[in-house]
């Protein structure tokens, strides 16, 4: 079964940059589609941004375009969220998820395997 990992959160200040990576072993995340979610205390967990297995599609939420930007790390079974000018508002846990559709999606529902979260909190 998947496993995903994420890692590189922490504690940044208004207008720093954070690297997240969710990472899998046994198998290759070339043949899944990657979300990358969000959930800050009290809220629903959002869609943040989104690369197909084929990377033929990608998504992002319009409250990051501009600022994050997906991409796969082959040579370290990766997909790599760069998130840049982080605002307060961009505090939450951060969670990657998989699923084996060609198309990506903001909603939850297409994601079968999900990893344990990164903690992502922004202030001065």
């Known amino acids: 079964q998947l496993q995903l990992v994420e890692s590189g959160g922490g504690l940044v200040q208004p207008g720093g940059s954070l690297r997240l990576s969710c990472a899998a072993s046994?198998?290759?995340?070339?043949?899944?589609?990657i979300g990358w979610f969000r959930q800050a205390p009290g809220k629903e967990r959002e869609g943040v941004s989104c690369?197909?297995?084929?990377?033929?599609?990608?998504y992002a939420a319009d409250s990051v375009k501009g600022r994050f930007t997906i991409s796969r790390d082959n040579a370290r079974n990766a997909v790599v969220l760069q998130m840049n000018n982080l605002k307060p508002e961009d505090a939450a846990v951060y969670y990657c998820?998989?699923?084996?559709?060609?198309?990506?999606?903001?909603?939850?529902?297409?994601?079968?395997?999900w990893g344990q979260g990164t903690q992502v909190t922004v202030s001065s």
């Open positions: 046994g198998f290759s995340l070339g043949w899944y589609t």
């Open positions: 690369i197909s297995r084929n990377d033929g599609d990608k």
């Open positions: 998820a998989a699923h084996r559709y060609s198309y990506c999606s903001g909603d939850m529902a297409p994601y079968e395997y």
